[in-house]
């Protein structure tokens, strides 16, 4: 008998308020770990997520991207409506395709887009508390916008690279160098703002850092001059702090 | 020693979703009950906090109305900061303001104004399921736009009052007429839709009693005629069903 293995890509949105992040851990309710419990009951065999990528406690997806491989003959169709109706409604799966056997979430990927909310009101309304940070002051929002037509382009965002983050030794070649296609900052509400970015791939914290050290610019704290030689530095410690999680979302992951 | 007693107007905003509603309860928390503890240990004494109106479990305010009378001499901001300290992040006091006397936060107003969202994507986004109730089909809005041009205007709207909700042996005189001066939706996402009420009073569930009428209307169960008929018959159980409490918001209260 020949076992037929067919891969499926899925296509999932999630608040991840309630998480402890993307993968899956011993201890800690994860997206990856609770997607694979739903799975494995449906498949009824232990069934392996394949994540485009790790997002951190706390951060949102609109549009996030994994595969499974499975040989089971469930139908894309009522898989989705299973995993839809076993998982809860913090996280709901989009879409299933049928991929060749070569696709990979992560591997296949050439893209990603990321977006950050920020609210700049005196008291943060209550309705926006989980999905964007509150930084109560007026910004200089053209000087913020100066900083990221610095960053945009290919450089090497080291500066902006998680510490201890990266085994050096797997590096694959472009060691902590990525272009973002993309850095705009925009009002989408009275006193909301809105940061997006898009890139051939992003460090672990990276839109996080950049959103931390061009908040310190936004409050007059570094100047567009200081900003260029945070990046130029390529050295964690030169540029500010991880911007909280909760005010980032994974918006889209690109595939050729 | 004369007691100068201070009567102090609060506006606040709440995401309703973890909340038994405003009023106080002896089991089950609430938005009333919260702030009146806070408020409490603030003044070092009792104080009770008398509400614009109501609201049902999981109903959300943008800027809900209250007053309490104190004789404490803690400044207006200091309440205000005290206030948003010991309260959770789901309750947030936007401004608090010195009014005279006869200030009542429901007896002085004059209109109220509600907004009630709907999502009518396939799958609900995760980032909105606690704000917008879940209606995955295509609606004619253009129905319900006739539909809503029928209740624009001075009604009697005791077909979409709760039943068995008012003492009418206490009645002001007007009994269930009330006085719409807007009624409409508007698309404000790719598929979000929002209603939007302003009106000199509102009876219980008259809101959520009309935009489950409303829906029925564009998902093609009820004629814009049939629509005029429920208006008309002044009996409850002629109208459509109460739509859930998480799509409601109080936007506005206003006064003279």
């Known amino acids: 008998m020949v076992t037929i293995m067919r891969n499926l890509k899925m296509t999932l949105s999630f608040d991840g308020t309630d998480y402890s992040g993307w993968q899956r851990q011993k201890n800690g309710v994860t997206i990856q770990g609770e997607i694979e419990k739903a799975l494995s009951k449906i498949c009824n065999k232990r069934t392996l997520l394949h994540g485009a990528g ?37 996280i709901r799966i989009l879409a299933i395709e049928e991929m060749d056997e070569k696709f990979h979430s992560r591997f296949s990927s050439i893209s990603k887009r990321y977006l950050y909310n920020i609210e700049t009101a005196t008291i943060q309304s209550p309705i926006n508390r989980l999905y964007a940070v509150h930084i109560p002051q ?57 940061f997006e970015f898009s890139g051939d791939g ?6 996080r850092n950049i959103v931390g050290t061009l908040l310190d610019a936004g409050k ?11 990046l130029a530095a390529k050295d964690r410690a030169s ?3 991880t911007a909280p999680a909760h005010g980032l979302f994974l918006k889209q992951i690109y595939y050729t």
């Open 54 to 90: 790790r997002t951190d406690a706390g951060v949102h997806a609109l549009a996030m991207v994994a595969n499974f491989e499975t040989d089971s003959d469930v139908t894309r169709s009522t898989f989705q409506k299973a995993l839809n109706s076993i998982l809860p409604f913090a």
């Open 138 to 194: 007026k910004l200089s929002i053209g000087t913020i916008e100066l900083c990221m037509e610095i960053i945009a382009g290919t450089h090497d965002f080291a500066s902006f690279e998680a510490s201890g983050s990266r085994d050096k030794s797997i590096t694959t070649g472009r060691g902590s160098v990525r272009t973002l296609y993309e850095a705009i900052i925009q009002k989408t509400g009275e006193t909301i703002y809105q």
């Open 202 to 207: 992003f460090l672990r914290h990276m839109v």
């Open 220 to 230: 007059g704290r570094t100047t567009v001059a200081e900003f260029k030689t945070i």
């Open 239 to 241: 540029a500010g702090v």
